[in-house]
């Protein structure tokens, strides 16, 4: 999958993650213990394949 957007996030100390346009994603960093929490790879919200 490709990131048609960039995406960024600020935790809670307050450091900011960015990840750019076209980045490529396999979803495969995710752990299924989390899928409930962020989501599974092949989410929508995660991430739209092309």
Do not use: E, H, Y
């Not at 960093?29 to 790879?41: K, M, N, Q, R, V």
């Amino acid at each position: 999958m490709q990131l048609v957007s960039a995406v960024s996030f600020r935790d809670k100390a307050g450091r900011l993650w960015s990840v750019p346009r076209g980045a490529k994603i396999d979803g495969a960093s995710i752990p299924s213990a989390l899928w409930t929490f962020a989501g599974s790879p092949s989410s929508a919200i995660i991430a739209v394949p092309r």
